[in-house]
C-alpha cells in the first residue's frame, strides 16, 4: 500500500511539473548568426538565446533558431524561410518571437537586386508566424551594426546597412509589431567585434539584457543621469526637459519647485518630462517619483551653462598657472558651478593597468563627479582657462554660471566626432581605419596611446584619443542636458595636417550641433606660440575656420605662448578673451570688443602694399617698439621683412627690393613676437593673403 502511494505521489509530482513546464512561455529568437552565437567558443552557453533564458528565469523557454548566413530576402542567398530553423522555429509555436535577420540582406547578391522585395517578405514571415499561434507577440529588431572594418563597408554595406535599418522600422510600423533598437546599445562598442560584424559573448549579453527589457518591462526602476545633481546650473530663458529611465509603462511624477508634472516610461523604459523655464534669482528642489522609488535633488538654480572641452590646455588646472594663489583664493567669490569630469587615468606616458583597460571598453573614462559650487579648494583642480571665461561672465550677467569641463591632456579632434558622421564622410571615415598605423593621426597620438594600453590582450583595446571615443564617453552622456554654447581649446594633437583638420574640425562642430542645435555658439583658442615648425600653417587654418564658420570665433593666443612649452602658464588672459567674445556675439554686449584686429583686406599702391583691419581702433603695438613680423612679397614668393607703419586702422607694408608686392604675412614664425594690438590690448592673429587684384 505504502508502495503504491510513494509511486501515486511521485506521478503527480512529475505530472505537476509538466504542467508546469507546459506552462512556460515560450520564446523564439529568430535570426542569423548573431542569433546564433557565432564565434563563441561555446555558443550554446553565450548566445544571446541562452543568457536570454537564464534572465527570464525558469517560468520562460527560450528557443535559439539562428541560421548563419540566413537572409530575410526569400530570393536572397539564403532564405530564412527555407532553413531547418525556421521550420523548428514554427514547430516550437512561440508565445514571443524575437527577430533579428537582415545583416546578411547587405550582400551585393541581396539588397541591391531585390530591395523591394524586403518589406513583403518580411511582413510574410510574420504573417506565418500568427498563423501558427495568433496570439503570439512579436518584436522586430534594428540590427547589430557592422563596423568599418568589415571588407564590403565602404563598397555598399554601410549604405545598404542603412536602408535595411529603415525598412525594418516601416516593416513594425505595417504589422503593428514591437521594435526593439540592438544597435545602438552596441554601436559605441567596436571592440566586442572581432570580425566587425559579429558580438562576442559579452556583445551576446548586451542583447540579452536589451531583448529582456523589452519582454519584461525591467529596466532597473527609476534612474537619472549623472548629469543631474543636487547644485546643478539650469540654462535659463529656456524650457528644461529631465529625462531618465523607469520600468516600462510606470508613471513617472516630477515636481520642480511649483510645478508638477507627470509622464510613462515608454517601452524602451525611457521618459522625458519638460518643465517651463526657470527664473534665476531663487534656487529649485527637485522631486522624481516612479514605482517604490524617488530621487530628491535641492539647490538648483538657473543661469547660463556651458562646456568646457579640448586638450591638455583646457585640462591645464588654476593651480599650475601663474598667480595661481590669487585666482584660487578669490574662486569662491563668483557665482560659478562646476561639473568637474575628471579623467580615470591620465595620458602620460606609462602603460595602464588592466582594470583600467577593461573601464575604458565600457566608456567608463571620466570619474563619477557631480555639480558643486566653484570655492578656492574645488577651483584649485579645475580648469584655468574656463574659470576665468566663467568669472568673467559671471560677473558681466550677473547671474549663476555652470561649467561643464572634460578636456583630456592629448586628445584629437577626432576623438569628439561621433561614429556616424565619421563613417559617412567621403574622406573622413578612412581615418577610423586601423587608427594606430594611421597617417591620418598624428604620429605622437599613435605613439602615446599604444604606450598607454601595452598591457591590453585585446586587440581592439579602446584609448581616449581613437576616433569617436571622447565623443562616446564624454560628448553623448550630456546630450540631455541644455547649455548654452562651447569653449574648446586643442589642436596641438592635430597640428601636423591643417587639410585634414580643417574637416575634422567642420565634422566635429556638426556633430556637436546635432545634439546641442545648429546655433549653438563655438568659442575657440587659437594655437600659441611654439617652436613647432606646423604651427604658421595651421595658426592660419584656425583663423580661416572661425571666419567662414556660422556662430564661431576664435580667441588669440600666440602673445603668450613659450617657446619651449606646449603648455603656457599664463592662462587669465586666454579665459577672458574667449568670454569677450562670448559678451559680443552670444549675449549682444556691443560695448564689449570681441577680439583683436582682423585682416579685412590687402591692396597694393605702388611699392607699398596696404591691409586693412577690423576691430582696429586704436592700433598700436604691444611693447611700444616697432611692427614686428609683417613680411611681403612678389609674385615669386620670396618673402622679404616689411617696415610696418600705422595709418589709422590700416598697415602701410615696404621691403628692400620689393616693387611689385602681391603678397602678405604677418607672425608667421612657429614661435612669434608679433606685437600687432588695438586700444583694447587684445592681438592680431597670424594671417598670410594674397592683395585684391
Request: charged residues 20%; glycine residues 8%; proline residues 5%.
Amino acid at each position: 500500500m505504502r508502495h503504491k502511494l510513494f509511486i501515486s505521489t511521485i506521478m503527480l509530482f512529475v505530472c505537476l511539473l509538466s504542467f508546469a513546464a507546459d506552462k512556460r512561455v515560450k520564446v523564439a529568437c529568430i535570426g542569423n548568426s548573431v542569433t546564433y552565437g557565432y564565434g563563441h567558443a561555446a555558443p550554446a552557453e553565450t548566445s544571446y538565446p541562452t543568457q536570454l533564458n537564464r534572465l527570464l528565469g525558469e517560468s520562460y523557454e527560450v528557443g535559439n533558431f539562428g541560421k548563419s548566413g540566413a537572409t530575410l530576402l526569400r530570393k536572397g542567398h539564403r532564405p530564412y524561410d527555407k532553413q531547418k530553423e525556421y521550420s523548428d522555429a514554427l514547430a516550437f509555436v512561440p508565445d514571443i518571437a524575437i527577430i533579428h535577420l537582415g545583416l546578411n540582406d547587405t550582400d551585393p547578391r541581396n539588397w541591391p537586386n531585390y530591395r523591394d522585395e524586403f518589406i513583403p517578405d518580411y511582413l510574410a514571415l510574420i504573417d506565418t508566424l500568427r498563423q501558427t499561434n495568433p496570439k503570439v507577440k512579436i518584436w522586430l529588431c534594428r540590427m547589430t551594426p557592422i563596423f568599418n572594418r568589415h571588407p564590403r563597408f565602404k563598397s555598399g554595406t554601410r549604405d545598404w546597412h542603412a536602408q535595411i535599418q529603415e525598412a525594418i522600422e516601416e516593416t513594425a510600423k505595417i504589422a503593428g509589431t514591437g521594435i526593439i533598437d540592438l544597435h545602438a546599445p552596441l554601436y559605441n562598442r567596436p571592440d566586442l567585434f572581432a570580425d566587425a560584424l559579429h558580438p562576442n559573448a559579452e556583445g551576446a549579453g548586451i542583447i540579452a539584457r536589451t531583448v529582456y527589457g523589452a519582454i519584461t518591462g525591467d529596466y532597473g526602476g527609476l534612474s537619472l543621469p549623472s548629469i543631474y545633481s543636487d547644485n546643478m546650473v539650469v540654462q535659463r530663458d529656456r524650457p528644461f526637459t529631465l529625462s531618465g529611465t523607469a520600468d516600462a509603462g510606470e508613471k513617472v511624477v516630477a515636481r520642480l519647485g511649483k510645478e508638477k508634472k507627470s509622464t510613462k516610461a515608454d517601452c524602451d523604459g525611457r521618459w522625458k518630462i519638460t518643465f517651463a523655464p526657470l527664473a534665476t534669482g531663487r534656487a529649485y528642489s527637485l522631486e522624481v517619483k516612479s514605482g517604490d522609488r524617488e530621487i530628491k535633488l535641492n539647490n538648483i538654480v538657473a543661469g547660463e551653462v556651458w562646456l568646457c572641452s579640448g586638450q591638455s590646455n583646457m585640462a591645464f588646472m588654476l593651480k599650475e598657472g601663474i598667480d595661481a594663489k590669487k585666482y584660487i583664493a578669490d574662486a569662491g567669490n563668483h557665482n560659478i558651478r562646476i561639473y568637474n569630469m575628471k579623467p580615470r587615468v591620465i595620458t602620460n606616458p606609462i602603460s595602464w593597468e588592466a582594470a583600467d583597460l577593461e573601464k575604458l571598453n565600457r566608456h567608463d573614462y571620466y570619474l563619477p563627479t557631480q555639480w558643486e559650487q566653484l570655492t578656492a579648494e574645488n577651483g584649485a583642480d579645475f580648469s584655468a582657462v574656463a574659470y576665468h571665461f566663467g568669472a568673467m561672465l559671471a560677473d558681466s550677467l550677473k547671474v549663476p554660471v555652470g561649467l561643464i569641463c572634460n578636456a583630456v591632456g592629448g586628445a584629437t579632434t577626432e576623438a569628439f566626432v561621433d561614429r556616424r558622421t565619421l563613417e559617412f564622410h567621403p574622406h573622413l571615415v578612412d581615418i577610423l581605419y586601423n587608427w594606430r598605423q594611421n597617417d591620418m593621426v598624428q604620429d605622437w597620438v599613435r605613439q602615446r596611446s599604444t604606450q598607454n594600453i601595452a598591457n591590453s590582450k585585446n586587440p581592439l583595446q579602446r584609448h581616449p584619443y581613437e576616433p569617436c571615443y571622447l565623443f562616446e564617453s564624454g560628448i553623448a552622456p550630456l546630450s540631455c542636458y541644455a547649455v548654452r554654447g562651447a569653449i574648446w581649446y586643442q589642436g596641438e594633437s592635430n597640428a601636423h595636417n591643417m587639410e585634414i583638420y580643417e574637416e575634422l574640425f567642420a565634422a566635429m562642430l556638426q556633430s556637436w550641433r546635432n545634439v546641442w542645435g545648429e546655433e549653438m555658439p563655438f568659442y575657440f583658442v587659437q594655437l600659441s606660440s611654439l617652436n613647432r615648425p606646423s604651427w604658421t600653417h595651421f595658426r592660419d587654418a584656425q583663423r580661416r575656420l572661425a571666419l567662414a564658420t556660422k556662430n564661431c570665433a576664435m580667441a588669440v593666443s600666440s602673445d603668450h605662448g613659450d617657446r619651449y612649452d606646449v603648455h603656457p602658464r599664463e592662462k587669465s588672459p586666454i579665459g577672458r578673451r574667449l568670454a569677450r567674445l562670448a559678451l559680443n556675439g552670444t549675449y549682444g554686449y556691443s560695448h564689449v570688443t570681441p577680439c583683436g584686429p582682423q585682416l579685412k583686406s590687402a591692396t597694393a599702391e605702388g611699392s607699398t602694399l596696404c591691409v586693412s583691419f577690423d576691430n582696429a581702433d586704436g592700433l598700436c603695438t604691444a611693447d611700444g617698439k616697432e611692427l614686428r613680423t609683417f613680411e611681403i612679397a612678389e609674385e615669386s614668393g620670396v618673402f622679404h621683412p616689411a617696415t610696418a607703419t600705422i595709418d589709422g586702422t590700416r598697415i602701410l607694408l615696404k621691403a628692400k627690393g620689393v616693387k611689385k608686392p602681391v603678397r602678405v604675412r604677418y607672425g608667421w614664425q612657429p614661435y612669434t613676437e608679433a606685437n600687432l594690438i588695438n586700444s583694447d590690448s587684445l592681438p592680431a592673429s597670424t594671417f598670410q593673403t594674397i592683395i585684391n587684384l
